[in-house]
């Protein structure tokens, strides 16, 4: 079955700290993938995505992330953690085939960042 | 430009009761998604539109789970004879492209916690 996951639930870094979260998905061929994140009491805001090309990702508030495709993985990073970063961040992917729409979110991570 | 915008943001309703939650998409936007979000969880798809036309409904859980989108703007889910397991965050998504022929960016508004007593 097709499937996303984000292995770990929270995660705790200073400010200041460089990050990473991960995520894998399990398809048989390269899916389109999402980060998004979501503050409290606030939708879902897209950071990045690839869909196909160089496999290292910009997005915005200094957020990349690097499509691994032998290891199945699309993971986020940035240098250097604010404060206002704390939020909860879900990965997404989409099997890449014509007319597939429904986005399959991980369970996603909470970032807490300490002062 | 405006966002996607959902209303009410926060909706309570007694075991039993008829709800609906409303979604203005971003304007010119063909595609429109509704997903539900429980505790601590990933949103989970329920239903698709393009334009007015329902084109996939396969994600919503039950019959007492209905949605429209009559002028293919606008978009309401109703949930009729609320039980709590329906207690969750309802997003809802819209996307510039026919999303049966094309995967675009889906932009995300800000949801509606329902809350069943």
């Known amino acids: 079955a097709q499937s996303v996951t984000q292995p770990d639930i929270h995660i705790t870094v200073s400010e200041g700290a460089s990050l990473e979260l991960r995520c894998n998905y399990s398809?048989?061929?390269?899916?389109?993938l999402f980060w998004y994140v979501q503050s409290p009491g606030q939708g879902l805001q897209l950071l990045l995505k690839?869909?196909?090309?160089?496999?290292l990702v910009q997005g915005i508030k200094g957020f990349e992330a690097e499509f691994k495709r032998s290891q199945s993985s699309f993971n986020l990073r940035k240098p250097s953690v604010h404060w206002s970063d704390a939020a909860e961040y879900f990965c997404?992917?989409?099997?890449?085939?014509?007319?597939?729409?429904?986005?399959?979110f991980g369970t996603g991570t909470r970032l807490k960042v300490l002062a | 430009g405006a966002g996607v915008s959902q209303s009410p943001r926060y909706k309570v309703a007694k075991r039993g009761q008829d709800v609906a939650l409303r979604c203005d998409p971003i304007s010119g936007h063909v595609s429109l998604f509704w997903y539900q979000q429980a505790l601590g969880q990933g949103p989970e798809f329920l239903t698709y539109?393009?334009?007015?036309?329902?084109?996939?409904k396969s994600g919503l859980p039950s019959d007492r789970f209905f949605a429209e989108r009559p002028e293919g703007s606008v978009s309401t889910l109703k949930i009729q004879r609320t039980q709590q397991e329906d207690s969750a965050v309802y997003l809802c998504?819209?996307?510039?492209?026919?999303?049966?022929?094309?995967?675009?960016?889906?932009?995300f508004g800000p949801g509606t916690r329902l809350t069943v007593l």
């Open positions: 690839y869909f196909s090309g160089d496999t």
């Open positions: 997404a992917v989409v099997p890449a085939t014509s007319g597939t729409y429904k986005y399959i």
């Open positions: 539109f393009q334009n007015e036309a329902q084109l996939d």
């Open positions: 998504a819209s996307s510039l492209v026919y999303s049966q022929t094309s995967t675009d960016t889906q932009y």
């Open positions: 398809y048989g061929a390269t899916p389109y």
